[in-house]
């Protein structure tokens, strides 16, 4: 899986690193079954992350688990238990 985020607002592109911001939602689409979009807050700006899995039913599967945890920070995020999913 690969991660990637970025500013999506008119001001230069600022990409961050770390666990830094609030996770506000995912976003799925029928056009790309592999990539789970990711949205999140810093600074009060909105940023976009894309997670490429190599199996469409897990983005799905990830994208219902995360609906649970909007507006939790990234780091909590990362910590997140995910044993049981396997």
């Known amino acids: 899986m690969a991660a ?13 690193t770390g666990e830094v911001g609030v996770f ?3 976003k799925l689409y029928e056009q790309a079954p ?5 949205k999140m ?6 940023y976009l992350g894309c ?8 983005a799905v599967q ?3 688990f995360l609906q649970n945890h909007i507006g939790l ?8 238990d995910l044993s049981h999913t396997l």
């Open 4 to 16: 990637n985020l970025g500013a999506y607002s008119d001001k230069a592109i600022q990409r961050l």
């Open 24 to 26: 506000t939602g995912t």
């Open 34 to 38: 592999h990539r789970l979009f990711v």
């Open 41 to 46: 807050e810093f600074e009060q700006e909105p």
């Open 51 to 58: 997670l490429l899995t190599h199996d469409a039913g897990f």
């Open 62 to 64: 990830l994208h219902k």
């Open 73 to 80: 920070t990234i780091k909590e995020i990362g910590d997140l």
